[in-house]
């Protein structure tokens, strides 16, 4: 098992303490992902949110293709299901990914398609936890949308499961979703009951938001698409369910209870100073 690092860090590390050969590189950059890729038969592509993404899938997509691998099994985003050549969204990568799924349909490549919807990590942990530490609230920017979170680390079980035996999966796409939609008054009971204190969901304004992640230095690129995610919430575009989980791992996804549980120190309530 080979794995493509950006840079050398602690999580490299682990890397290797799972077994794997890691090649430090970038997914833009041709000799890199000739080091990646060259006597690997089956390869997984997934890249953060970030303006590059379609140069960097065309770019290892070339690559594959030169050393004829078995299965490219491509990390996509659910939303793309409701995308066509006349239909959009206002995030820039939603674009980025409809184009680069159609540059490998092109490809000949024998590609496999996975889109997760919503990621907990993201909105509910990442984003929600300093609301969550702070004043006991799930601040976030959804109205009265549902949506129907999944654990990165189920997607990761979903991949493993294809890689594992790719010829079944070859040209198939599986949308992924957590075991339930709900909205956020119902994910803030949940929170409620696995931190044990209540906690409550504020529809915060989606300009004032935004303008908050640009204050914590959060590319431009990322927060169209963070914002343009939170109003298709609103508007009702990610209340999807599939049981695809299920029947590509035989297990049931994270609930959202489990993970608030599984991150309970990362939304512990800040203590008074001390002297």
């Not at 793309?80 to 990914?97: G, R």
């Not at 409809?98 to 919807?117: C, D, K, N, Y």
């Not at 204190?197 to 529809?203: G, K, L, M, W």
Request: charged content about 25%; proline content about 5%.
């Amino acid at each position: 098992m080979r794995a493509l690092v950006r840079r050398e860090d602690e999580r490299a590390e682990a890397l290797r303490r799972l077994g794997a050969e890691v090649v430090e590189g970038d997914l833009t950059d041709l000799a890199s992902m000739h080091r990646a890729i060259e006597g690997c038969g089956r390869v997984y592509f997934g890249m953060s949110v970030s303006a590059a993404y379609l140069e960097a899938t065309i770019n290892t997509a070339a690559v594959v293709r030169h050393y004829g691998v078995e299965a490219f099994v491509n990390m996509s985003q659910m939303t793309v299901t409701q995308m066509s050549i006349s239909e959009t969204t206002d995030s820039p990568q939603h674009k980025l990914h409809w184009l680069a799924e159609q540059a490998l349909s092109w490809s000949g490549l024998p590609v496999v398609t996975v889109r997760p919807t919503v990621f907990l990590e993201g909105f509910f942990l990442q984003l929600a936890a300093p609301g969550v530490r702070a004043s006991d609230e799930l601040a976030l920017p959804m109205g009265g949308g549902k949506t129907s979170p999944i654990s990165a680390v189920d997607v990761a079980r979903a991949v493993a499961v294809i890689l594992d035996d790719p010829a079944p999966h070859i040209g198939q796409i599986y949308d992924l979703t957590g075991p339930e939609s709900a909205d956020l008054d119902h994910y803030a009971r949940v929170f409620s009951e696995a931190l044990g204190r209540p906690i409550r969901y504020r529809d915060v304004p989606l300009p004032a938001w935004s303008e908050g992640l640009r204050q914590a230095r959060f590319p431009e690129h990322v927060v169209r698409h963070l914002s343009a995610m939170a109003e298709l919430t609103k508007q009702g575009r990610y209340d999807r369910m599939t049981d695809t989980m299920c029947k590509l791992t035989g297990e049931a996804p994270t609930n959202m209870r489990d993970f608030v549980k599984l991150h309970a120190a990362e939304f512990k309530q800040r203590g008074p100073a001390h002297s």
